[in-house]
Each structure stands twice: as C-alpha cells, then as structure tokens.
Nanobody, 123 residues
Framework: QVQLVESGGGLVQPGGSLRLSCAASGSIFSINAMGWYRQVPGKQRELVAAITSGGTTNYADSVKGRFTISRDNAKNTVYLQMNSLKPEDTAVYYC?????????????????WGQGTQVTVSS
C-alpha cells in the first residue's frame, strides 16, 4: 500500500513562514506529479501548487511570489515553503501524488491524498 504523510502545519502570525512536507511511502514504482491543495469549510478544495517529476511548477495566482514548491525524488517527498503568509491562507492543506505502485505482478497508476494539515494565519 501507499501512504502520504504530511507535516509542518501550525499557527503563524501574518507575514510569517511555514514549511510543509509530504513523504510518500510504500510499494512505489514512480511518482509523476505531486501537489498541494487547500480547503476551507464550505468551499471546494483548490490547487495551491504542483510540480512534475521533471520539476515544472504551477501555482495558484493567489500564492505566486510567496509560496515555493519543490521535491526530492530520491526521498519521494514534496515541500511547500510558504512565506509572507496572510490570514486568507488559513486552511487545511492536503498533499496529492499521481503515482504508480506495485500490486503483485502489476503496476497500477492512481491518485493519493494525505490526511491534511492545518495552517492557521492569525495574530
């Protein structure tokens, strides 16, 4: 089986920084795109940032210039460095991975989600 385990959320003051990490583990053959999404109560989950296996990145307009996504392919880990945080960044942040894993003699491609980590920006 495959697991995504997130860490790094918490409470921070406006203008502060946090770094989220998400490590994938299990019978992984390869990881394609990895990304971070966020969700607030009553709203749909939205893409924050994504990164391909080759390092191409994509950001939501609301976080461009403030957030940086990166990944360590050797560790199957994706990071989200969040700077200049604003109260409107408050949300539960979820890691996502489009990956291929071993299932017996087969390789299966599927989409996995982490359990979510709370980020609260407040004074």
């Amino acid at each position: 089986q495959v697991q995504l385990v997130e860490s790094g959320g918490g409470l921070v003051q406006p203008g502060g920084s946090l770094r989220l990490s998400c490590a994938a583990s299990g019978s992984i053959f390869s990881i394609n795109a990895m990304g971070w999404y966020r969700q607030v109560p009553g709203k749909q989950r939205e893409l924050v940032a994504a990164i391909t296996s080759g390092g191409t990145t994509n950001y939501a307009d609301s976080v461009k210039g403030r957030f940086t996504i990166s990944r360590d392919n050797a560790k199957n880990t994706v990071y989200l460095q969040m700077n200049s945080l604003k109260p409107e960044d408050t949300a539960v942040y979820y890691c996502n991975a489009d990956l291929t894993y071993y299932s017996g003699i087969y390789r299966v491609r599927d989409d996995y989600w982490g359990q979510g980590t709370q980020v609260t920006v407040s004074s």
